[in-house]
């Protein structure tokens, strides 16, 4: 099966930056997505990691490291609209192409 | 515009009956999802179909089914035999499975509640 690590809360400043880190456990692997959801809200795809290196779209950067099993999403210039749940996701031959997510990571932008 | 629609909004269920959530996609993808969510948790994967008339289970299928007689529509039926139904149901769809490079499109979601 696949097994996703993440932290489960964190809080920052406007203005700040946050990284949020996330560690999978999972066979064939295929590459590393990170989804945004508001309280009560539809998730919203951010970015899609295949390759390692980092992957920037505006003040969200994702990262990929496959030889560590590792990834991150680095959030710049925090804002309060910011203050969200955030996935990361991982997509794998060994099920079946299919996304499995983690428990998610309660970011909380603070004035 | 394309996107994923969901209905209702807000389900109530008694004890013992099935209901039926509903997804419809504009989008020409040819693979749907649907996800379970408890509060503050992930998504975990009931059904996912790549073609019409065909699905398979996930990971928490029991208690549940859905069919995909059209590729725009993937209803999803909540049995009497689902024994803690309450939680937050998002329906999914990407062009097809494996391809994630534009991720996957989601619903608004349904909230049922049992009463």
């Not at chain 1, 999978?24 to 692997?29: A, L």
């Not at chain 1, 390759?51 to 990834?71: C, I, N």
């Not at chain 2, 503050?40 to 208690?63: C, P, W």
Request: with cysteine; proline share 3%; aromatic share 14%.
């Amino acid at each position: 099966g696949q097994s996703l690590e993440q932290p489960s809360e964190v809080t920052a400043v406007e203005g700040a930056i946050v990284q949020i880190n996330c560690t999978y456990q999972t066979s064939g692997f295929y590459g590393l997505s990170w989804y945004q959801q508001h309280d009560g809200g539809a998730p919203t795809f951010l970015s899609y990691n295949a390759l390692d290196g980092l992957e920037e779209t505006g003040r969200f950067s994702s990262f990929l490291s496959r030889s560590d099993s590792y990834g991150y999403l680095l959030l710049q210039e925090l804002q309060m609209k910011d203050s969200a749940s955030y996935f990361c996701a991982v997509l794998s031959r060994s099920n079946d192409y299919k996304l499995s997510f983690g428990a998610g990571t309660t970011v909380t932008v603070r004035a | 515009d394309g996107g994923i629609t969901q209905s209702p909004k807000y389900l109530f269920r008694k004890e013992g009956q099935n209901v039926t959530l509903s997804c419809e996609q504009n989008l020409n993808h040819d693979a749907m999802y649907w996800y379970r969510q408890d509060p503050g948790q992930g998504l975990r994967l009931i059904y996912y179909s790549q073609i019409v008339n065909d699905f398979q289970k996930g990971d928490i299928a029991e208690g549940y089914s859905v069919s995909r007689e059209k590729k725009e529509s993937f209803p999803l039926t909540v049995t009497s035999a689902q024994k803690n139904p309450t939680a937050f149901y998002l329906c999914a769809s990407s062009p097809r499975t494996g391809e994630s490079n534009y991720g996957y499109t989601f619903g608004s979601g349904t909230r049922l509640t049992v009463v």
